[in-house]
């Protein structure tokens, strides 16, 4: 499985991103997927995970009403609509396969990773 991450960039702050990942390859088994997120020094931090069938989702405290996950799975795609963006969300984004059906908010319970895509909020 090969995940594509892509729709990062720089926006002021209470600016909007819409972050995309698209799965390709042995996608047909029921999966669950989160986006985590990494500032320089920091560790991996969990942001938001989705069941296969949509729901339910879970987000971090610090995202919750500000950020939405959604999937399309006609399209093996995952997204993240991410609203009223604040410096502090200033990190690479990354998208994740999930071992299981539901997600998880550990970085060890996924299988696959994307590459990456940087997100830059100015103040």
């Known amino acids: 499985v090969q995940l594509q991450a892509s729709g990062g960039g720089l926006v002021q702050a209470g600016g909007s991103l819409r972050l995309s990942c698209a799965a390709s390859?042995?996608?047909?088994?029921?999966?669950?997927m989160g986006w985590f997120r990494q500032a320089p020094g920091k560790e991996r931090e969990f942001v938001a995970h989705i069941a296969w069938s949509g729901s339910p989702t879970t987000y971090v405290e610090s995202v919750k009403g500000r950020f939405t996950i959604s999937r399309d799975n006609a399209k093996n795609t995952v997204y993240l609509q991410m609203n009223s963006l604040k410096p502090e969300d200033t990190a690479v984004y990354y998208c994740?396969?999930?071992?299981?059906?539901?997600?998880?908010?550990?970085?060890?319970?996924?299988?696959?990773w994307g590459q990456g895509t940087q997100v830059t909020v100015s103040s």
């Open positions: 390859g042995r996608t047909s088994s029921n999966y669950g």
């Open positions: 994740a396969w999930s071992r299981n059906t539901w997600g998880s908010d550990e970085v060890d319970e996924y299988l696959y």
